[in-house]
């Protein structure tokens, strides 16, 4: 998300002290159940260990030798593959942020249509490979008989202190309580849009055997709010888990959720990868040579999210967020036989037209090989077969 963070982050209570260390929760029986391979069974037993970080990151984890790690500035904080990136200049952000306080009459003209979406297709599928936009970058994605969320949110103001914040032009696509059964969950990194802490503890009680994927220094985070299921991973990191490969990678931006964190947990893009489908996650990024490599090495996708939208004022956007040409050209990099259009259209986040970005998106992939068929904007709450 934006710098609307900076303004507000100070007032932020990071977690909710009645979720903290909750006996209950931490002790679940469930806690170990689903996770596989475990390779050390004293890990599962022992009381003076649950609330190890070691419990929790339990799931074998290997090195690709065909991505770096992370890297990490002369302060220890990870940084991007070129070194830090560019926000704009102080007037450039002092303008938009005065501009984001001047939006709260915008008209919703131009944002995404939606449909309704129960969920009952959803819930009885175990064998169609299907994708279904909640909203924003939240994709729940059915394949290889196991359901996924990437970043889900389903608050109305993704914000330190809501109701102050971009509120949402558009309702989620389907009722969380109407979602399957979710396996698991991948985040792409702390921006309030993306890592949303009530929605992922609703999730967390909905299953307790729903593990969530985050990139390194995450974690904690999650289980100060009692959720429990939690695997940090490191770029070029891939675990086995149920019929997937799930692989952490790099991405181009940052992360922030207060004023003394800034760029200490990492952001990142995720692959699922299983015999029969390949799915891309990219999270959220501006445009950079990394997604050449993941084609390379991981490529070919049957399907990759992209997004599309925030980016305008270019000068403070250009490093963090792609445009709609951009994500075309990350969909082509990755190797991506079809693109799927998330991050635009439900929050008030940046300055372009609401209508612009799925526009600009048709028109850049009608003059690739993905052409109209393959480049998939879809209804909020519209389920896709891929
Ligand atoms: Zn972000």
Known sequence: ??????????????????????????????????LEPINSPELIKGPELVNSLELINSLERHYSPDFDSAPRDNKGRFTN??????????????????????????????APKSVANEGSFLRDNSTTPTVTWIGHATLLVQMEGVNFL???????????????GPSRWVDPGMALE????????VISHNHFDHLDLPTLRKLAARNSDTVF????????LLLKNGITQVQEL??????????????????????????SDTRKSLWASWAVIGSERRFYFAGDTGYFA????IGDKLGPFDLAAVPI?????????????????EAVQAALDVQAESAVAIHFGTFDLSDEPLAEPPLRFKAAAKETILGADNSWVLDIGETRQF
């Open 178 to 185: 109407d979602l399957p059964t979710i396996d698991f969950v």
């Open 150 to 164: 990437t970043d889900p949110i389903w608050s109305q103001t993704p914000s330190p202190v809501p109701p102050i």
């Open 234 to 259: 490191d770029w070029g990191e891939t675990v086995s888990y149920k019929n997937t490969q799930i692989h952490c990678l790099p991405t181009q931006h940052w992360s922030k959720r207060k004023l």
């Open 290 to 293: 990394g997604f050449k490599q």
């Open 309 to 325: 939208g925030a980016y305008e004022p270019h000068a403070m956007m250009a490093e963090t967020h792609m445009n709609p040409e």
């Open 81 to 110: 593959q070129g070194g830090d990136i560019s926000h704009g200049s102080l007037p450039v952000r002092l303008g938009f942020y005065l501009r984001r306080f001047g939006t709260l009459f915008r008209s919703d003209n131009g």
């Open 213 to 220: 994927f985050v990139p390194l220094g995450n974690a904690d």
């Open 1 to 34: 998300m934006l710098g609307f963070t900076l303004a507000t982050a100070s007032l932020h209570v990071q977690s909710s002290p009645e979720l903290v260390g909750s006996p209950e929760l931490i002790n679940s029986p469930e806690l170990s159940s689903s």
